[in-house]
């Protein structure tokens, strides 16, 4: 189950999507520097941002960004514990992507990234 948030231009067209859900990351996949301030619970409730897609006509004019940044703005604004926004890249092109956007990969599963939640909540004061 994933709510999904749409971006359509002022003339209809559909520039692209992405869906957010409620996942949960196992705590020895994630790196020691992250799991020293977490409790030792199993599993640590995160946000997964699915599916961030542009459309191919109109991708290299920032709205990839503009995606992410709502997206990043709706999991800081949400009332649900998490500690981080997942993300599994498809492919090494969307990899690069989110580490531009300073995600991190899990250590032993490159093309799954996060981005801790306290640093999502700086680049919103």
Do not use: C, N, W
């Not at 020691?32 to 997964?48: D, E, N, Q, S, W």
């Not at 991708?59 to 649900?80: C, M, N, P, T, W």
């Amino acid at each position: 189950m994933a709510a999904p948030f749409v971006l359509v231009l002022h003339d209809g067209s559909v520039a692209g999507y992405y869906t957010l859900s409620s996942t949960a990351v196992r705590l020895p996949e994630l790196p020691a520097a992250a799991v020293r301030k977490l409790p030792r619970y199993p599993l640590i409730p995160a946000t997964l941002l699915g599916r961030l897609a542009v459309d191919q006509r109109f991708q290299g004019k920032g709205y990839g960004r503009f995606l992410l940044a709502d997206a990043l703005h709706r999991a800081v604004r949400s009332e649900i514990a998490s500690f981080a926004v997942i993300v599994d890249a498809k492919d090494e092109s969307a990899r690069r992507f989110y580490e531009r956007e300073s995600f991190l990969p899990l250590p032993d599963q490159p093309m799954k990234l996060f981005r801790p939640m306290s640093d999502i909540e700086a680049l919103f004061r």
